[in-house]
């Protein structure tokens, strides 16, 4: 046997920022020198970032993508490095003749080993997924390359992503080239409960390669997409050696004792890659000869965090980049004394600290006194900016000239509170996170250019149900220490706030059991028609009461051209209001009982 010190770079890439992350892919790769580390594997597309969607189809990006791995290679030489293969991930072309149905440029998702300088082999993902949220037939054309490197005496082979998540391909064609390792470069996005599977599937294509695996993921906010890390390594029998943390950078390092290879003859060569297709197979040697026995490391295996604690994780990452990346200082928000609201303002104070946090309290007159108080303690609790802006006389004003009743004299008090947030955004620059959630999302329950009015969203993806189960759990975490905890001596969120019936306040005594089922109820229904996509039928076999079905289904298929024009927000679920689902505004189709 021979042994391999592995570091994963479990990073956190800017999209469109080669430069930056051309550094980036420098330091790391000193961090892991620095550890004694044999090889460094980066994630899926990390000199671009991921995902870079239509920039793919610009002669210019792809041109500067090809230039930036060049660049990247040279730089690790001229800084000392350059004896330490690296494998990356960035954007190639394939050089295919231009024809109708290909991506224009016949861009690749590719990956590339760096070593002396220079660009030794490239490969790029073989399987391209078009399913949830990934687009990759629009994007990319299909790789058919397995580079197979010879290091320190082990036979080492490349795949990318979406090649472990599909049978046949790499993955089958590593085990016929006899590989001792393979490495995965991975941008898999966050969604609830997807570690058990990561992991298991991760043990799986071990056991079908017959070699060792290392699953270096992304770690990130990228718009509404959350990349939670979790990189993995496992023997050949499937075994966890180590396990990265999630939702944070760290540098995975691992020490492995993997075969000798076997194969004498370099070049290239042909295989079967058991779904159809043919891969063609290149060997390269970087060095023959094992490395001299030494002592491993432990290897660190990550504890993992709980369902709650992981989707409050992921809401912060997600807010914490969503603010840094687009380069703003602060955010601003309403707060109404309600839940909702709560949560998304505790959300950003552990994000980006409370001092850049801004809140305005605009009371109406069918705004409780205990609303109003609920949100000052929270205001005090955390010690986020406040001011308070009454909204009755400007209400009055608009109404002594233009007569609304009903529903419109309700949102019209929503739209002014948006426009008052806009304009001190405008004014100061802050960005305005909307604090609607997925439930309301769903069934129409805001008002368009009112409380939809923002550029984040942070609890879009949130059914209502989980908004006061991770209220609570965030107030169990008071004075804990953390990354994104902030020790506050009392809970953040006021009791009051997260027990009080729920009410948008907009009409005397008003509940949002008026217009809505309760929520346990509502977020059961919604579950199974908005996620796993049943029809009216199904529904009801499912136990769902009939009407309530019927009233459901219209409201949300209704409320359709509202969600187009939400802002953006964190993916959770497996389907969330944006690059999920996907439904025409103009449409006739309507579920109906059987």
Known sequence: ??????????????????????????????????????????????????PVEDLVLRTSFVEASIAAIETAARRLAEEGLGETPVVV???????????????????????????????VVKTAKHHLPNYGVFDEYRYFVRGDRLPVFRLHGVDVAIAVCEDLWQDGGPVAVAAEAGAGLLVVPNASPYEREKDDVRLALVSRRAGEAGCALAYANQVGGQDELVFDGDSIVVSASGELVARAAQFTEELLVADLELPEASYGGLGAFEVGAGDGTVITVERVELSARPLEPYEPEPPAV??????????????????????????????????????????????????????????????????????????????????????????????????????????????????????ILMGLSNQHGHLVLTTGNKSELATGYSTLY????????????????????????RNTQAGVSGEFLHGFAVPPIPENSI????????????????????????????DDYVEKDMGSAELI???????LVARVIRLVDLAEYKRRQYPPGPKITPKNFGRDRRLPITNRWRETAP
Request: charged content about 25%; glycine content about 8%; cysteine-free.
């Open 1 to 50: 046997m021979a042994q391999l010190r592995i570091a994963l770079a479990q990073t956190n890439p800017a999209v469109g920022d080669l430069p930056a992350n051309i550094d980036k892919l420098v330091e790391w790769t000193r961090r892991a020198a620095d550890r004694g580390a044999h090889l460094v594997v980066f994630t899926e597309m990390f000199l671009t970032g991921y």
């Open 89 to 119: 991930g960035y954007v190639d072309r394939a050089g295919l003749a231009p024809r109708v149905g290909q991506p224009k440029g016949a861009p690749l998702d590719a990956a590339a080993l760096l070593h002396r300088g220079r660009v």
């Open 302 to 419: 990550a504890a993992h965090l709980d369902d709650t604690a992981e989707v409050y994780s992921a809401l912060v990452l997600a807010v914490r980049d969503y603010v840094a990346k687009n380069g703003f200082r602060s955010v601003i928000l309403g707060l109404s004394g309600g839940i909702d609201s709560a949560l998304t303002a505790t959300i950003a104070s552990d994000a980006i600290g409370p001092d850049r946090v801004h809140a305005v309290l605009m009371p109406s007159i069918y705004s409780s006194e205990h609303s109003l108080g609920d949100a000052q303690e929270l205001v005090d609790r955390q010690g986020i900016n406040a001011q308070i802006v009454p909204i009755a006389d400007i209400v009055a004003a608009f109404e002594k000239d233009v007569h609304l009743t009903g529903l419109a004299a309700e949102n019209l008090q929503a739209r002014v509170r948006g426009m």
């Open 450 to 473: 009112g409380d939809s009015a923002g550029g984040f969203a942070p609890i879009k993806d949130v059914l209502k149900t989980l908004v006061w189960k991770l209220a609570r759990w």
């Open 499 to 526: 027990e009080k019936e729920p009410s948008a306040e907009l009409r005397p005594d008003q509940r949002d059991t008026d217009s809505l089922p309760e929520y346990e109820v509502l977020d059961r229904l919604l």
């Open 541 to 547: 076999a499912a136990g769902h009461d009939p009407a």
